[in-house]
């Protein structure tokens, strides 16, 4: 197979020399998403919750694209601002994975893109 880079209008544009994903033998290795709404090109209005239910949204625009699905993601990786979110993000992200739950690692860090809240990236299959 070949390397494919992946792109959607459905989805925020990449914010620096990246791409929304990139796939390969059968697999779809996505950027980071962050809670942005790709019409408008700002966050979502709200908290914490709204920008994972964004992310999401984001994340699925971008698998769609590479002929794969929420339901065939294999990892996750969730960068907090807080892990005082920790609990929200994880009500959200279980409505999004379940009963299917990829693997998964959530870490605080001291800023995200653009000042989010949260971000997430993936791995899935096609």
């Known amino acids: 197979m070949k390397h494919q880079t992946v792109h959607t209008s459905g989805a925020p544009e990449a914010i620096g020399p ?3 994903a990139t ?9 980071g998403q962050i809670g942005i ?3 408008t090109g700002d966050f979502v209005e709200g908290g914490v919750q709204d920008q ?3 992310v999401l949204k984001n994340l699925s625009e971008v698998l769609n694209q590479a002929d ?4 065939k993601v294999l990892r996750c990786t969730i960068f ?4 005082d979110d920790f609990a929200v993000v994880n009500q959200v992200y279980g409505q999004y994975f379940s009963p299917h739950k990829p693997a998964r690692e ?5 800023t995200l893109p653009k000042n989010a809240k949260v971000e997430i990236s993936c791995i899935a299959y096609i």
């Open 106 to 110: 959530t870490v605080a860090v001291k």
């Open 80 to 83: 907090l601002e807080s892990m």
């Open 37 to 39: 709404d790709p019409e």
């Open 23 to 31: 796939s390969y033998n059968g697999m779809v290795y996505c950027s």
């Open 68 to 71: 794969s699905s929420l339901a």
């Open 18 to 20: 990246y791409s929304q």
């Open 52 to 54: 994972t239910v964004q």
